[in-house]
Structure formats: C-alpha cells, structure tokens
C-alpha cells in the first residue's frame, strides 16, 4: 500500500464518499421532515464585509446550516490533526454565519476503544466550538442519527 495514498479503502474517491454521505444526511433529514438543497449559500463574513459560501446542505425555512464529515479514524491510530482541523474550520465557519440559522456538523460514526471520533472531538475541542451548534453522529449500517451535542 502506498504511504502517500491518502484515500479511503473501499472509496471510489474521497469525493465520491463525501458526495455518498451527504446523500445520507439528507435523506436522514428528509426522515424528520426537513428538506435540505445541496450546496446552498449564505453570506457569511467578520464584521461588515461579506461573501457568499455554500455549506453542504442548506434550507431557508427553517433556517439551517449543515456541513457534512465523513472522516474516520486514522489506520494507524494516531490522532487525527488534519481532520479535526477541518472540522475547526467548519466550527470557524458556523461563528460567522447568520445567526438566525440552525448549525449542524453531520459526521460519520467511526469508533476506536469505544471512543467515537465526534466524542474525541467534543472532548478536546469544546473551546472552539460556538454556542448552539449541534453535533450529529450517524451510523451507516442503521442508517440512523443521534443527536451528541
């Protein structure tokens, strides 16, 4: 196996397995009765300058925000500091979006010594995470989500 081949075993590509797990979150959401449009926009900015961003998944009414994180636990168990990384950024991201929309981190339950990847983050990470945003875990093989945070 190649070192420097970072893409997940089983995976066409790491874009596909995204795309396949956003497919998750909104059929999941549909199951609770919230439509969600892929890739919607918002502006979003520090202080008064703005830009428009799309987060994975996104409605209008009711207002809510969600990014998708199919990550998993590194092969070889060490701590995973580019993927909680990326989550920081989508913690950055959420700070700074419109108030008036529900946030939501959708992840992939990916379980090491009975620890899952979102509880390692919740654990370490809770500083950086903003007032009101929400942590779901889904799990695959029952195709259902639970609410961490």
């Known amino acids: 196996m190649d070192p420097n081949n970072f893409q997940r075993v089983g995976a066409i590509s790491n874009a596909h397995a995204g795309r396949e797990f956003g497919d998750w979150a909104r059929q999941f959401f549909l199951t609770q009765g919230i439509v969600l449009r892929r890739q919607f926009a918002v502006s979003i900015g520090v202080g008064t300058l703005k830009r428009p961003r799309k987060f994975d998944l996104g409605s209008d009414s009711p207002a809510i925000l969600i990014e998708c994180?199919?990550?998993?636990?590194?092969?070889?168990?060490?701590?995973?500091?580019?993927?909680?990384?990326?989550?920081?950024?989508?913690?950055?991201?959420?700070?700074?979006?419109?108030?008036?929309?529900?946030?939501?981190?959708?992840?992939?339950?990916?379980?090491?010594?009975?620890?899952?990847?979102?509880?390692?983050?919740?654990?370490?990470?809770?500083?950086?995470?903003?007032a009101g945003v929400e942590f779901?875990?889904?799990?695959?093989?029952?195709?259902?989500?639970g609410r961490l945070r």
């Open 69 to 130: 994180k199919s990550h998993t636990w590194t092969v070889g168990g060490n701590n995973p500091s580019a993927k909680i990384t990326v989550w920081n950024e989508a913690m950055h991201l959420f700070h700074i979006a419109p108030e008036n929309f529900r946030k939501i981190l959708f992840v992939l339950k990916s379980t090491r010594s009975d620890l899952t990847l979102a509880e390692h983050y919740l654990k370490n990470q809770e500083h950086l995470i903003p």
């Open 136 to 145: 779901w875990e889904f799990d695959p093989a029952t195709q259902l989500a």
